[in-house]
């Protein structure tokens, strides 16, 4: 499965990728989530359930009949994304396990994301399930082990604060931090560049094998795309600094022309991502941002890289 184009599961058909590890894709492709949202099934005769996916009654019953009568004692959330976390409580009702994430979806905001959420700064409608509670908090860390095996949990927050990333051995569920299809979305005040760039640190020095992501196909060069992602990274915001000098000042006028050949159905999202390259320039004294820090000021390069009190 190291080729994206031959990656084709069924919606409701569960697909077994390993020993113990069964893949129940969900019935909601987007140009967000690309087929639709990995659901897996970890263990053989007993179960834990990664990510249950997106409120939707066939995929809830897809799941059921994958688990086919076998006990589930946990549930595990990546994130609090609406693609992600909402069936985790019908799922929950249905076989009795406790759901447990890092927490609300509000946890784990850097102090810079907290202080723009309060001065007004809201997503820029990824999707986040402002309902969501879990039954137990998983802290940075954690251990959590039962007879369908064991998984350490990784908080790598940056796509969004409750992230969190699952080692299974020497595989690793990246939830949507590293994904094949395609790089993940960074949208302020939920998501923060800087936390995402030290996450990719923290990963690059655990060892695996294999990434299953919440998208698309698992990852058979881990570690080649972990890097990926982070030259990405650095050669966008090499772009955005070069529009900067250019005289582009604002969010959007930076979006078009960093972004000239995407789809303008993709503009929104691109300019999120363009944000979030702008509050983490700000946060390492490169750049001001005028009257104050928010989505509509107007950024310079900074003569003198201090950063900002």
Same mark, same amino acid.
């Given at each position: 499965?190291?080729?994206?184009?031959?990656?084709?599961?069924?919606?409701?058909?569960?697909?077994?990728?390993?020993?113990?590890?069964?893949?129940?894709?969900?019935?909601?492709?987007?140009?967000?989530?690309?087929?639709?949202?990995?659901?897996?099934?970890?263990?053989?005769?007993?179960?834990?359930?990664? !990510?249950?996916?997106?409120? /939707?009654? +066939?995929?809830?019953?897809?799941? %059921?009949? #994958? $688990?086919?009568?076998?006990?589930?004692?946990?549930?595990?959330?990546?994130?609090?994304?609406?693609?992600?976390?909402?069936?985790?409580?019908?799922?929950?009702?249905?076989?009795?396990?406790?759901?447990?994430?890092?927490?609300?979806?509000?946890?784990?905001?850097?102090?810079?994301?907290?202080?723009?959420?309060?001065?007004?700064?809201?997503?820029?409608?990824?999707?986040?399930?402002?309902?969501?509670?879990?039954?137990?908090?998983?802290?940075?860390?954690?251990?959590?082990?039962?007879?369908?095996?064991?998984?350490?949990?990784?908080?790598?927050?940056?796509?969004?604060?409750?992230?969190?990333?699952?080692?299974?051995?020497?595989?690793?569920?990246?939830?949507?931090?590293?994904?094949?299809?395609?790089?993940?979305?960074?949208?302020?005040? !939920?998501?923060?560049?800087? /936390?995402? +760039?030290?996450?990719?640190?923290? %990963?690059? #020095? $655990?060892?695996?094998?294999?990434?299953?992501?919440?998208?698309?196909?698992?990852?058979?060069?881990?570690?080649?795309?972990?890097?990926?992602?982070?030259?990405?990274?650095?050669?966008?915001?090499?772009?955005?600094?070069?529009?900067?000098?250019?005289?582009?000042?604002?969010?959007?006028?930076?979006?078009?022309?960093?972004?000239?050949?995407?789809?303008?159905?993709?503009?929104?999202?691109?300019?999120?991502?363009?944000?979030?390259?702008?509050?983490?320039?700000?946060?390492?004294?490169?750049?001001?941002?005028?009257?104050?820090?928010?989505?509509?000021?107007?950024?310079?390069?900074?003569?003198?890289?201090?950063?900002?009190?």
């Amino acid at each position: 499965m190291s080729n994206t184009n031959e990656f084709a599961p069924v919606p409701g058909e569960p697909l077994s990728l390993a020993d113990d590890l069964v893949l129940v894709l969900a019935p909601n492709p987007s140009p967000m989530t690309y087929l639709g949202t990995n659901s897996y099934l970890v263990g053989r005769d007993t179960l834990a359930v990664i !990510d249950p996916g997106p409120a /939707d009654d +066939m995929h809830l019953a897809a799941l %059921l009949k #994958a $688990i086919n009568g076998r006990p589930v004692e946990h549930i595990l959330l990546t994130h609090s994304h609406l693609d992600h976390s909402p069936l985790a409580r019908p799922l929950a009702r249905a076989t009795g396990a406790p759901v447990l994430a890092f927490g609300d979806s509000s946890a784990g905001r850097s102090a810079a994301m907290m202080q723009l959420a309060q001065d007004g700064l809201v997503g820029g409608g990824e999707g986040i399930d402002p309902d969501f509670q879990p039954d137990q908090i998983v802290t940075d860390g954690a251990v959590i082990a039962g007879n369908w095996g064991t998984v350490t949990a990784h908080h790598t927050p940056g796509h969004i604060g409750n992230h969190l990333c699952f080692a299974w051995g020497d595989a690793m569920f990246t939830g949507d931090h590293v994904m094949g299809w395609a790089s993940s979305l960074v949208s302020p005040p !939920d998501g923060d560049l800087t /936390d995402f +760039m030290a996450s990719c640190d923290r %990963l690059a #020095a $655990i060892k695996s094998t294999i990434y299953y992501p919440g998208h698309g196909a698992p990852i058979q060069l881990p570690m080649d795309r972990l890097q990926w992602l982070i030259t990405h990274r650095k050669g966008r915001e090499a772009q955005i600094l070069r529009a900067l000098s250019q005289g582009h000042s604002t969010t959007t006028a930076i979006t078009q022309t960093v972004y000239d050949d995407v789809q303008p159905a993709l503009l929104p999202a691109a300019e999120r991502n363009v944000l979030a390259h702008l509050i983490d320039l700000y946060g390492r004294g490169m750049i001001t941002a005028q009257p104050a820090l928010s989505a509509q000021a107007e950024f310079n390069i900074r003569k003198t890289k201090t950063p900002p009190a």
